[in-house]
């Protein structure tokens, strides 16, 4: 199982960017999808996260700005950003949580993956 991110980039404070994470293998479903970043010097912190089912999370920093979505069919998560800030300038890291995968004729449990993060930095 492995995530891949795309879509990070350069862009001045107000603009736009829309993050992208495709989750690959013979994966047969994922409990929770999410964003985290980290910035320089800063621990990694949750941007937002969206379960299978139920209600999407964001950390108060993002919300009414960021929106994250998923398209469980083809095992990919976005997160749109909007109104950038400086202050979001960070790298992006994919995470998938409670992965359910085949092996075989067997389904099994794999608990975490993460993928390689991309750059986003806000300029002001």
């Known amino acids: 199982v492995q995530l891949q991110a795309s879509g990070g980039g350069s862009v001045q404070a107000g603009g736009s960017l829309r993050l992208s994470c495709t989750a690959s293998g013979s994966i047969f479903d994922i409990n929770v999808m999410g964003w985290y970043r980290q910035a320089p010097g800063k621990e990694r912190e949750l941007v937002a996260s969206?379960?299978?089912?139920?209600?999407?999370n964001y950390a108060d920093s993002v919300k009414g700005r960021f929106t994250i979505s998923r398209n469980n069919a083809k095992k990919m998560v976005y997160l749109q950003m909007n109104s950038l800030k400086p202050e979001d300038t960070a790298f992006y890291y994919c995470?998938?949580?409670?992965?359910?995968?085949?092996?075989?004729?067997?389904?099994?449990?794999?608990?975490?993956?993460w993928g390689q993060g991309t750059q986003v930095t806000v300029s002001s």
């Open positions: 969206a379960p299978s089912v139920g209600t999407t």
């Open positions: 995470n998938a949580l409670g992965i359910k995968y085949y092996s075989g004729s067997y389904l099994l449990d794999y608990p975490e993956v």
